[in-house]
């Protein structure tokens, strides 16, 4: 496959016009200052009063019409009212404005042909502006007009001026170039919104034991269990032990729960009578709000809940009330992060128990300013089209962009912020194309399109600059690596406290009870899934909603999956980091090998120093790499990082890999290609197995040096261990280290290319590979 040029995915350093232009060095000065500024004609339309009848009856069915040139808004309308109130807002870019005169007209809906009522006319050249954080425009009452000029009965309050995208009213209005969108649901999908995240909390069910349990067969033992479900998540512990009717099984179960509790905690305890069959024995129902809730490891009190159980008496469920019950310690976890982010770019760290939480020290803003050259990304009217809008997520406020209509380079211009707890956190950005411009219930389940994303790490970033880059915006499709386009961002991140940042490095980077009562692997798997599914549930009964492919794809539930593209890239990255190991190795070989005799010379004369002067080992460590840091200093990074595909091995993967990783779970893919594919798992696999078993291997080797598995090389061993000893007291330790270091050190000349004796009797010790089936 051809690789595309490297140019085009790289990130380009811009210098927009940002707040007006007023920059005071890399401080701005405007409170909306980390955008461009555009400006909007806003139109408030508040109400109307006395307006005349139109109809036989007298009546009037008004709504109001904002025209300016070839854009048109339209209010709803009233049926057969005279004093409507509509309290709708219109804006049109200044950009797209060509006519001088702005028309509020107010008519009556009619079946066949809608009446004309009466109009307010604006020269464009005599509206006021406004700039925030000056107090809105008071809405005025004008009278109605005439085409011709005369005024007639009834009066409209409107509020017309200039202002920019900081406006209150920005975010409510209608836009004029929304003009194609139709209905209330298709409008409301296209504005800016802030979302936030449920409060998250674990819930742990330790399920003690059960007493005066009642099985249908008392003549066999019981096999009993507890089966617990909250909403869509159900665990149950293992079969007890003790098969009586007063079983026993101190074990926990996890779950991710959101405020505000919904559903109640249902357990159910079930005896296993046959390998399919399971009788419920009692149920009983907790609702969340009256569980206890704790900060640290402390442990809560037990509590016994009464088991009921439901039979069927002639067709009518009927409960029965009895003297069964379940001992249990039920609680919120407020001391632990619930984790619905990989942990590798969390964009929050903090515990749910806003007790818990320190203060802020900063403050993070992000300007999302434009995107250029968008892909296609669907036909409408058999032409190619895009409808773009950015969605930011960090910590637990999620924001969404207008949707720019029909544009392969649109321009938002939006500004927002965020609290900083903790530098080590990452902002998720992404584009996405809306295809509910027509309503929620209207698009045939059609699913909004990712354009892409980018990841930046706030550590990365200096404090109080403006960064203003274009990023590329990178999808892996089945067939490749693809841009799909650029955005085009200015960020900013300002330390409130240098002190209690710096402070935030020492401290660990998930709360305390992580660490305390720590998790296994598996159950934070679990519990992840579980998070992000609730996440996705929530933001998608917003509204306008933040749908579950958008929320999926922020928070990258997909990326725990296999694939042998991202497990090449770790490979590398393994290699990379070893790389560093490997060149200092090649570098003392070349100075045992007197490659260079002046460097070798220079390394003996430090070698000696050092080991005259053992004092002087640590502080020569320290200062070295203090000095390498202050030399790298001139090559730092000057721009935020970004996503690279050269790194994630994405530039040049087999096709078939990446139908791979594309593929469902479990697979849909014929049985010819799934073999294919297992036969180089298992190579792959047999690879790794030979690795694992050789460092075995090494491992088993040393320890037989004192099992006696082989007794003469464990008495060699033995020996030499007591002569080293007795050797090394009598001798001086400089001395020892000196006839070390130039041993390893000597010339090319003392050296022999057999093997040396030690690795010799290293390499004859025994391993327990001979006891391997």
Not at 481 to 510: D, W
Not at 562 to 591: E, H, T
Not at 601 to 627: G, S
Request: glycine content about 6%; proline content about 6%.
């Amino acid at each position: 496959m051809q690789r595309p040029p490297q140019e085009d995915f790289s990130l380009k350093e811009t210098k927009p016009h940002l707040g007006g232009g007023k920059v005071t060095g890399d401080k701005l000065t405007s409170t909306y200052d980390l955008v461009e500024q555009m400006q909007y004609l806003y139109v408030r339309v508040v109400k109307a009063r006395d307006l005349p009848g139109k109809d036989v009856t007298g009546s009037l069915d008004p709504y109001v019409e904002v025209k300016l040139g070839n854009y048109k808004g339209t209010t709803r309308h009233f049926e057969k009212k005279s004093n409507p109130e509509w309290n709708q807002v219109f804006a049109f870019s200044k950009d797209r404005i060509q006519a001088s005169l702005l028309e509020v007209i107010v008519k009556d809906k009619d079946v066949v042909k809608d009446d004309f009522v009466g109009q307010v006319v604006f020269d464009l050249n005599e509206i006021p502006k406004r700039v925030p954080p000056d107090s809105p425009l008071a809405p005025q009452w004008y009278r109605l007009e005439e085409r011709n000029g005369n005024k007639i009965k009834g009066e409209l309050m409107l509020a017309v001026w200039m202002g920019n995208q900081a406006d209150e009213a920005f975010p409510e209005a209608w836009h004029s170039d929304a003009a194609a969108v139709s209905g209330a649901d298709g409008l409301a999908n296209i504005r800016s919104k802030v979302y936030l995240s449920p409060k998250l909390w674990y819930l742990r069910v330790n399920v003690i034991e059960a007493q005066d349990l009642i099985p249908s067969d008392k003549s066999r033992f019981p096999e009993v269990f507890v089966k617990a479900i909250l909403g869509n998540q159900a665990l149950r512990t293992r079969v007890s032990m003790n098969k009586t009717i007063n079983p026993m099984w101190n074990e926990d179960l996890m779950f991710v729960a959101a405020e505000p509790f919904e559903e109640p905690l249902i357990l159910s305890v079930e005896d296993r009578v046959a390998p399919n069959k399971d009788e419920v024995l009692g149920r009983c129902a907790i609702p969340l709000q009256y569980v206890d809730r704790r900060l640290d490891h402390r442990p809560v009190n037990t509590r016994w809940f009464n088991l009921e159980k439901h039979v069927i008496v002639e067709g009518e469920k009927k409960e029965i009330k009895f003297a069964s019950r379940i001992h249990m310690r039920i609680c919120l976890e407020g001391g632990y992060h619930v984790l619905d982010e990989s942990t590798h770019y969390s964009s929050d760290l903090r515990p749910t128990a806003k007790q818990l939480w320190k203060s802020s020290i900063g403050v993070l803003e992000v300007g999302v300013l434009s995107a250029q050259g968008l892909s296609p990304m669907k036909t409408k009217d058999g032409r190619a089209t895009t409808d773009a809008y950015c969605v930011a997520k960090y910590g637990q406020k999620w924001v969404r962009t207008r949707t720019i209509i029909d544009s392969f380079a649109p321009r938002w211009n939006e500004q927002y912020t965020w609290e900083v707890f903790d530098p080590c956190t990452v902002i998720t950005i992404g584009v996405f194309d809306n295809c509910h411009l027509q309503g929620g219930d209207k698009s045939g389940g059609a699913r909004d399109s990712r354009i892409g994303k980018v990841r930046i790490r706030l550590s990365t970033l200096e404090t109080d600059r403006v960064y203003t880059h274009s990023y590329p915006l990178l999808v892996l499709h089945p067939t490749g690596v693809k841009k799909m386009g650029e955005i085009h961002l200015a960020v900013r991140f300002t330390c409130s406290s240098l002190v209690n940042m710096m402070h935030m490095y020492s401290q660990p980077l998930l709360p305390k009870m992580h660490y305390l009562h720590p998790l296994t692997v598996s159950q934070l798997d679990s519990l992840r899934h579980q998070a992000t599914q609730i996440v996705s549930l929530r933001l998608s009964r917003a509204e306008p909603p933040l749908r579950k492919e958008i929320v999926e794809y922020m928070l990258d539930v997909t990326s725990h999956m296999w694939s042998m593209r991202r497990s090449k890239a770790n490979f590398f990255r393994i290699m990379g980091v070893l790389g560093v190991v490997i060149s200092v190795g090649k570098w003392f070989d070349q100075i045992c090998n007197w490659k260079n005799p002046i460097t070798t010379v220079l390394i003996h004369i430090l070698f000696l120093i050092l080991v005259l002067y053992p004092e002087l080992i640590l502080p020569t460590i320290f200062l070295y790499l203090f000095l390498i840091g202050i030399w790298y200093y001139r090559w730092r990074p000057r721009h935020p990082p970004h996503m690279d595909t050269r790194l994630s091995c994405a530039d040049a993967a087999h096709p078939d890999e990446l139908d791979e990783e594309f593929d469902t779970f479990p697979t849909s893919r014929p049985p010819d290609i799934i073999r294919m594919r297992y036969d180089r798992l298992r190579s792959i696999a047999g690879r790794i197995q030979t690795v694992v078993g050789d460092l075995a291997t090494q491992g088993e080797r040393l320890q037989s040096l004192l099992s006696w598995r082989d007794p003469r090389a464990t008495a060699l061993f033995v020996i030499f261990c007591l002569v080293a000893a007795i050797v090394l007291y009598v001798t001086p330790f400089q001395a020892v280290g000196l006839l070390t270091g130039f041993y390893v050190l000597r010339h090319p000349r003392f050296r022999y290319r057999l093997p040396s004796v030690p690795l010799n009797f290293f390499r004859r010790l025994p391993a327990r590979t001979d006891c391997m089936l």
